[in-house]
């Protein structure tokens, strides 16, 4: 009997710190997904993107489990919100949107069409306060 064949692949691990850890799924010329894992309490995001990149506008997020606290704020019109985002949710976040996020437990998002490109279409938020 031949055997079947199945790909597997290990996740490319391209951060880590004390937030949590982030992975990078290739689907090879399909949109790249990457799986962020995140702890109790940590905080990311802190930034916008300009949208100029397709994968940015707008960025889009699956929570698959967990439960986290979102702050956006429109940085051209200053309008602002914050909204609980429980998991089994899908969630998009236009450009110009400033988003934080924070962990009210530990949780494991998708982050789809996430390339290399995309960092020169964040803008950080380290001049603006922190809200969460």
């Given at each position: 009997m031949a055997a079947l064949k199945i790909k597997t692949q290990k996740l490319e691990q391209?951060?880590?710190?004390?937030?949590?850890?982030?992975?990078?799924?290739?689907?090879?010329?399909?949109?790249?997904?990457?799986?962020?894992?995140?702890?109790?309490?940590?905080?990311?995001?802190?930034?916008?993107?300009?949208?100029?990149?397709?994968?940015?506008?707008?960025?889009?997020?699956v929570l698959l489990s967990g439960k986290i606290k979102l702050y956006i704020e429109d940085v051209k019109t200053k309008e602002s919100q914050t909204l609980i985002i429980e998991e089994n949710t899908y969630f998009e976040i236009p450009p110009y949107v400033y988003h934080e996020v924070k962990a009210?437990?530990?949780?494991?998002?998708?982050?789809?069409?996430?390339?290399?490109?995309?960092?020169?279409?964040?803008?950080?938020?380290?001049?603006?306060?922190k809200h969460i």
């Open positions: 391209y951060h880590h710190s004390e937030k949590g850890d982030s992975f990078l799924v290739n689907n090879k010329g399909l949109s790249d997904i990457s799986i962020l894992k995140r702890n109790k309490g940590s905080v990311s995001g802190r930034h916008y993107h300009l949208g100029k990149t397709k994968s940015k506008n707008p960025e889009r997020f009210l437990t530990d949780f494991i998002a998708l982050e789809f069409n996430i390339s290399n490109k995309d960092q020169k279409d964040v803008v950080e938020g380290k001049d603006l306060p």
